[in-house]
């Protein structure tokens, strides 16, 4: 009797388990589906090659669109991905339990709650008012600011599952400290570390809020990182809101592009380095 019951409320737990899984699931492939439906009809060569057509006019693309928002995203990750990693490897290896890593620590937990329009209207503030235009370097300072945080939480976390012993092998050995984390404790947390920061640039990949004060957006080619630049999140939000039903259709066509270079950033994170282990 007790068997049946330990096997029957075993198996009426799993069901909760599932079924709560497969309403979790439904928005997200009710989302995908519904995006790729509307935006496949409208993606083709042109969409990926020529510039956006004129206000109200049938055809063109998001080239630039495309262009800036890459050029933003490897700004931000020049800039954030070092800090992050840096500052987490001071919190770690260094400095564990001084009031200075305390209020480190807390301001990265405030920073990664802070919704990203406080983010672009500092930086509007900050950056783009002092340099008098919008800008690629704007935009991309906007979106590092918010891969900071996430990328000194995920190593911090990776450097941490390091076994200590192995740090003290490294010291047995003569190995000074800084050696010691160069050449052991960071190749032992690579894949955490990578996985950590390809996920935070996702993350900013498709911010929108800070770009439309620090980038704002441009409709031709930019010439240079210090003018404004077209980015996909800012033109998809433009196309979206417009009255034009050709725009309508490069905004689902751009939302799809976007979400597809989010799962492929994605998936690179949780595949590419899986060999490895920490």
Do not use: C
Request: hydrophobic letters at 55%; glycine letters at 8%; a positive charge.
């Amino acid at each position: 009797m007790n068997d049946y019951f330990r096997k029957y409320k075993n198996l009426m737990m799993l069901t909760v388990f599932i079924g709560a899984t497969i309403i979790a699931l439904i928005p997200l492939f009710g989302v995908l589906g519904y995006v790729v439906k509307n935006g496949l009809s409208a993606l083709n060569l042109q969409f990926f090659v020529n510039l956006p057509k004129a206000m109200g006019l049938p055809g063109g693309g998001m080239a630039n669109a495309i262009a800036g928002t890459l050029i933003m995203v490897l700004i931000a990750s020049a800039l954030g991905i070092p800090i992050g990693i840096l500052a987490a490897i001071y919190l770690t290896e260094y400095d564990r339990h001084s009031w200075l890593s305390t209020a480190v620590r807390f301001a990265t937990d405030v920073l990664t709650g802070i919704p990203s329009i406080i983010v672009g209207i500092v930086i509007y503030t900050a950056v783009v008012l002092k340099m008098g235009n919008f800008s690629a370097l704007a935009g991309g300072l906007s979106l590092a600011v918010i891969m900071i945080p996430l990328i000194i939480r995920s190593t911090e976390e990776m450097l941490k599952l390091v076994s200590h012993s192995i740090r003290e092998a490294g010291f047995a050995l003569g190995i000074s400290k800084a050696k010691t984390i160069l050449k052991i404790v960071l190749p032992t947390a690579a894949k955490g570390i990578i996985t950590g920061a390809m996920l935070a640039v996702a993350r900013v990949a498709g911010e929108t809020a800070p770009l439309l004060f620090t980038a704002l957006g441009n409709q031709y080619w930019s010439r240079s990182l210090n003018e404004p630049t077209a980015s996909l999140p800012v033109q998809i939000f433009q196309y979206a809101t417009s009255p034009y039903k050709e725009w309508h259709q490069l905004a689902w066509a751009g939302s799809l592009v976007l979400i597809l270079m989010v799962i492929t950033l994605n998936l690179v994170a949780r595949y590419a380095f899986r060999s490895k282990s920490i």
